[in-house]
């Protein structure tokens, strides 16, 4: 059985501007499927903006973890991403909030993450003590069963959904020679979340000596948005977003195997019996990517708040002070 990629689903009674946003997330979540391995991040300011200042806006990339910041005195938008072996992760968030009466803003944060690794089938089968040749015990073939696990979550929040907006979604997707699953999951300031994110399994034969290829990728999109409270007659507002998928797109490794001789039947092996699947690196993808070591995982959003709420909030402070001593 073949698993296949699920799109992007609009919610229903949506807004165009979530429309155009959800769309973006989908062309996005495309360009990541065709890119080489890698990492992007981006955090921008919509050109709907009204009376705010910008704090800083930075942004790094070394080809396996990127980081986008950009912070104002309304808020902030980050994005992160990282790519190691037989794993991905990554964030992408939103907060605003305005008390001033002439501040409104749109902020975008997106973050994507791909890998490709190419896998060699050993030509051995190997117990706890001797290793030989699949030929030598009458193995032609073998079924490999394997798990990749994803999981992530997305949140939407606004005071006042008439005027302000949320929108966060994820999308992944794998590969493994025919085997092929993803799925994706979005959110906006009202109603429940639509889609899924959960671990999927595969089947795949494979023969000594072949090459396979094991392809992953995922896109993250949060966007929110405030209106200046002097248009509705409210003292302020607030929204945010939050795709959060730092726990993460992650192959889990063989989970069952079965060898098959020449006619397609099946060769009983020890109980402790393992081929492998070694990558460029050496690395064997029989086990899972937890094994592999430990991985920086993306920044967290609770930190990115914490600091970039702080420096919002004292240059508002400097503000009020400059105009009462005027």
């Known amino acids: 059985m073949t698993l296949t990629s699920r799109p992007l689903r609009l919610v229903a009674n949506h807004r165009n501007s979530h429309a155009a946003a959800l769309l973006l997330a989908c062309l996005f979540a495309a360009s990541a499927e065709k890119a080489a391995a890698g990492v992007r991040a981006i955090a921008r300011q919509e050109p709907e903006a009204i009376s705010h200042s910008i704090l800083s806006d930075t942004a790094s990339n070394d080809g396996t973890n990127a980081n986008a910041l950009l912070t ?42 791909s ?5 060699t089938v050993g030509a051995g089968v190997c117990d706890v003590v001797t290793c030989t040749s699949w030929e030598q015990i009458g193995v032609q073939s073998i079924l490999l069963d394997f798990d990749v696990r994803a999981a992530g979550t997305v949140s ?7 005027f302000n907006h949320a929108l966060s979604s994820i999308t992944y997707n794998w590969s493994l020679q025919a085997e092929s ?21 595969g089947r795949i034969l ?92 993306p920044a967290t959003w609770a930190l990115m708040i914490g600091g970039f709420g702080m420096a919002g909030g004292a240059l508002r402070r400097r503000r009020t002070l400059e105009r009462q001593s005027a």
């Open 72 to 113: 104002a005195d309304i808020g902030n938008a980050f994005a992160s991403a990282s790519a190691s072996t037989g794993r991905l992760s990554g964030q992408s968030g939103v907060s605003l909030h305005t008390a001033n009466e002439y501040s409104s803003g749109k902020f975008t944060a997106l973050a994507e993450a």
């Open 115 to 119: 890998s490709r690794d190419l896998l």
């Open 206 to 297: 494979v023969r000594p000596g072949e090459q396979i290829e094991l392809a992953m990728s995922f896109a993250l999109f949060s966007q929110a948005s405030i209106t200046s409270p002097r248009f509705s007659g409210f003292d302020s507002y607030s929204s945010s977003a939050l795709s959060d998928f730092s726990h993460t797109l992650e192959w889990s490794g063989i989970t069952g195997f079965t060898a098959l001789d020449a006619n397609g039947d099946r060769v009983d092996l020890s109980p402790n019996a393992r081929f492998t699947l070694l990558n460029d690196q050496g690395v064997d993808f029989w086990n899972s990517a937890a094994s592999f070591g430990a991985v920086p995982e």
């Open 156 to 162: 939407g929040f606004a005071i006042d959904p008439r």
């Open 181 to 201: 699953g993803g799925g994706s999951k979005a959110r906006q300031e009202t109603g429940e979340a639509t889609g899924s994110i959960e671990t999927q399994s």
